[in-house]
Nanobody, 121 residues
Framework: QVQLVESGGGLVQPGGSLRLSCVAS????????MSWFRQAPGKERELVAV????????RYTDSVKGRFTISRDNAKNTVHLQMNSLNSEDTAVYYC??????????????WGQGTQVTVSS
């Protein structure tokens, strides 16, 4: 069965950086686009970034462009999210997921536990 295990979150000061990781199993990892979502308290889950099957194409929500970088290592079934210049609005639980393609995201049917990112001074 599909498993998505996120890690790397924590408490960081404004302007700081974190690198999140998601280890996937239970499906053909290299045949799917991968994404990061986040959900802040009282808000709906939103797409943060998505990367194509080979890693050759990426998309980001406007609020993180230039600050976040999504990457993947197909040999390790792992997707990463490098987050720089963090601010309080980045505080959320971050989740990864899989998709048919970066322009065919659909509605994910399974979510992992996520990893908490808290940006505070």
């Amino acid at each position: 069965q599909v498993q998505l295990v996120e890690s790397g979150g924590g408490l960081v000061q404004p302007g700081g950086s974190l690198r999140l990781s998601c280890v996937a199993s239970g499906f053909a990892f290299s045949s799917y686009a991968m994404s990061w979502f986040r959900q802040a308290p009282g808000k709906e889950r939103e797409l943060v970034a998505v990367i194509s099957m080979t890693g050759g194409s990426t998309r980001y929500t406007d609020s993180v462009k230039g600050r976040f970088t999504i990457s993947r290592d197909n040999a390790k079934n792992t997707v990463h999210l490098q987050m720089n210049s963090l601010n309080s609005e980045d505080t959320a639980v971050y989740y990864c997921n899989k998709h048919r393609g970066i322009f065919a995201l659909g509605s994910p049917g399974y979510w992992g536990q996520g990893t908490q990112v808290t940006v505070s001074s």
